[in-house]
DNA sequence: CCTTGACCTTCCTGTAACTGGAACCCTTAT
DNA sequence: ATAAGGGTTCCAGTTACAGGAAGGTCAAGG
């Protein structure tokens, strides 16, 4: 398979499957022309990469996530452990952000939106 | 006033309101040994760039806000649309992560979590 | 045989919004 | 004289790529 078969497989864009092989997580081979020949098997890391990337995992997690999927031996309460720190994270963004569109559809709730320089959004900004 | 006491009444770090002068955010005036000056409008700036952040603006809606604030002729709509579409973005980013956060609580509790390597979380990013 | 177009390659730059650190200057107190 | 605690500039690194330039490769068509 050459890069553009398994982007269109993995749904991934190319520049990012190169930039996937440059910090090591795949590592395709290389054919006599020097064009990238992945394998199956590269193709199902990447597809795997997409899905943990999709659900917000960081580089380096997935890095963690693909060294325990490839370790029969592994325990899951190491990929566990990994997925529930993430869960964490993503709440407390979700938090986050819930606190700011709070105060924010509060202000443009105010906010009459018109013509006049009369603005509560400003007016909060500014510590009122 | 010097860095350090801005600093402390706005509570931004000295680099950040180093970076926001190099951007041209603020720009306070030098005193002879090179020191930045801050006035108190160079601190109300501060001040406002500070609560900006903290509801989620970009540097560039920062930008346009500050220069919102101080026309004293501009429009409350203008102020409106920036904080509508800001408040926007935010109902997206809350959505997508709220989607991770419903699939990966789900993969996180039907994970046992233990020293087996057995481990549904890899299974569904697998493709199982 | 030559060209054209669609691939592929590497390398360099830029993104957002800072943070950390090095090397060095200024001021005040001991 | 020196030490502590400000301040300054400049350079590199962060995350996860995207855009683009310059150039090699391959198959089809005239």
Known sequence: MNISDVAERTGLPAKTIRYYEEIGLVTPRRSANGYRVFAES???KLTFLARARNLGFSIED???LLALWEDRSR???DVHRIAAQHLDDIDRRINDLAAMRDTLS???RKCSGDDRP???ILADLAGS
């Open 62 to 64: 997935c890095r963690n």
């Open 106 to 108: 509060d202000l443009v």
């Open 75 to 77: 325990a899951s309460a």
């Open 118 to 120: 009369d603005c509560p």
């Open 42 to 44: 590269d193709a199902h």
